[in-house]
């Protein structure tokens, strides 16, 4: 049976959407009434938001369009329009966007109801505005590149979605302002233009106003926070893999970008990888022969920057970046030390100082088992695993099984078939070493994720990998290692 965290992290887009649905659909009405009250309250006392309007009716307003109080509002309201309809398009915002519009839908008419924006709008005299309030929205968030994209182009509009952040935010933190701090307001004894000597400021201390004070302010809260989150597109975390000598480090991480590299060709996404140079000239040496594994291990003055970005998630999409420093498995006996601060820096070499640096900054420690190791009844070389879980505040673990395909043929099956019950039978095998067993036990009972190359043996016995008909090398387990990552972001 299923536990609980498991349907969750299985299920958690689904789960999201629902949040926020429900999340948009209880601050909606609020806010709508908070929108009403503010403007109520600064067109009684002359705030901060009607001289806003006043600057512009008088103005740009003024200059292109009739300097109503109803054209600034119609304006504004085509800007966010416009701003919104790009972040529709975007492929990665399309259900934030729709989440966004039914919140504005309800929030009209919550407002209507308040007698505000749609029955003082008339579209026949603001309809200029609204047009053109529009067209800067798209100009602003970038809808040029819809006219000139290219076949190498993406479409992310991320200037599109920080704006309207920005502008759903600072609403509603000036109707907050306006409805609950008093401050000395002004008034203005004829409609004149900017002569701000006519500007009369009434004598009046500042205090705060608590009536409802907590339930408006929770209610911002929960809608800027909610937003927010609609305009991410990265992950905010690192990852960061450690391994013994040998263990298969540098081809784990080209499995995992050949793996993302065919979920693009297969999806809709078109997000490039951006893989870093070094990456690349592997994956290049890989694929030069094809019957050797030439992919070596890292050598101890060498120091390889590895890092590719993938898109994870099909409701949500984001951008999670995986980025590693390949490193000789000889620095993991010492890095423990290293982070824990008892090794002086006048030792530590350059290489020693960026990886306790990086165990240091890492969300997610990726720790490599060898099943190689195991099968062969060799030394793990994993003690210090434990010293690092000590001696670090990272709260992620994920542990990879490497070579995996040396206890594929123990199980018997199709592992890409029936990759549950292989990664189930995986680590039921490995847990049966003591020191695995109670790595496992010290990350709160993490799983290990099986990983590896489809290989065959040659004529001297060795295993070299398997190719598929366009000479590419065949990998196994690493879709779901990636959507594991995505999990944890």
């Known amino acids: 049976m299923i536990g609980i965290s498991t349907y969750v992290r299985q299920n958690r887009e689904k789960l999201t959407l629902v949040g926020y649905l ?3 659909a209880v601050v909606a009405w609020p806010l709508a009434e908070l929108f009403a009250e503010a403007w109520e309250v600064t067109q009684e006392d002359g705030g901060v938001a009607n001289i806003t309007i006043r600057l512009l009716r008088y103005g740009l307003f003024a200059t292109i369009l009739n300097d109503s109080h109803q054209t600034v509002v119609a304006a504004v309201f085509g800007l966010y329009l416009g701003l919104l309809a790009l972040m529709t398009v975007d492929p990665k915002k399309r259900w934030q966007a729709f989440l966004l519009w039914l919140g504005t839908g309800a929030g009209l008419v919550g407002l209507q109801v308040q007698g505000l924006v749609l029955p003082q709008l008339s579209l026949l005299e603001q309809g200029p505005a609204l047009v053109l309030g529009l067209g800067v929205g798209l100009a602003l968030g970038g809808g040029r590149r819809l006219v000139e994209l290219r076949d190498t182009d993406f479409l992310e509009f991320r200037r599109a979605s920080r704006l309207l952040f920005w502008l759903l935010a600072g ?28 500007y009369e400021v009434l004598d009046r201390s500042v205090a705060i106003n608590g009536d409802g004070l907590l339930l408006n302010v929770a209610v911002a809260g929960v809608f800027v926070a909610t937003i927010r989150r609609f305009v991410t597109y990265d992950a905010d975390a690192e990852f960061f893999i450690l391994g013994p000598r040998a263990s298969g480090k540098s081809l784990f991480l080209i499995g995992a970008y050949l793996k993302a590299l065919e979920r693009v060709r297969q999806s809709s996404h078109d997000t490039p990888l951006e893989p870093s140079q070094d990456l690349m000239e592997m994956l290049e040496v890989l694929d030069r022969e094809e019957t050797e594994w030439l992919v070596e291990a890292t050598g101890r003055a060498q120091v390889n920057y590895l890092s590719f970005q993938y898109v994870y998630g099909s409701v949500f999409p984001i951008n999670v970046r995986l980025s590693a420093i390949d490193y000789a498995g000889e620095y993991l006996s010492v890095l423990p030390d ?77 592992p890409h078939v029936n990759m549950d019950e292989f990664t189930d039978f995986v680590n039921g095998r490995l847990r049966q070493n003591e020191n695995i067993d109670a790595l496992v036990t010290e990350t709160a009972g993490s799983e290990i994720h099986p990983v590896y ?27 779901r290692f990636l959507d594991r990552m995505g999990e944890t972001v």
């Open 22 to 24: 429900v999340a948009m």
């Open 171 to 198: 609403f509603v933190l000036v109707a907050l302002f306006e409805v609950h701090v008093q401050y000395p307001g002004y008034r203005v004894p004829s409609d004149a233009a900017l002569a701000l000597d006519q």
């Open 338 to 414: 290293a982070v824990s601060g008892s090794m002086p820096e006048a030792e530590q070499d350059e290489t020693i100082g960026r990886l306790s640096t990086g165990v240091r900054e890492a969300d997610t420690l990726i720790f490599v088992i060898d099943v190689e190791r195991f099968v062969n009844d060799e030394p793990l070389e994993i003690a210090e695993y434990f010293s690092i879980l000590k001696t670090t505040e990272t709260t992620d673990v994920l542990l990879v099984a490497t070579k995996a395909d040396i206890l594929a043929e123990e199980f018997g099956k199709e």
């Open 453 to 479: 190359y489809q290989t065959q043996k040659n004529e001297n016995g060795n295993r070299v990998p398997v190719r598929d008909s366009t000479g590419t090398v065949v990998t196994v387990g690493y879709d």
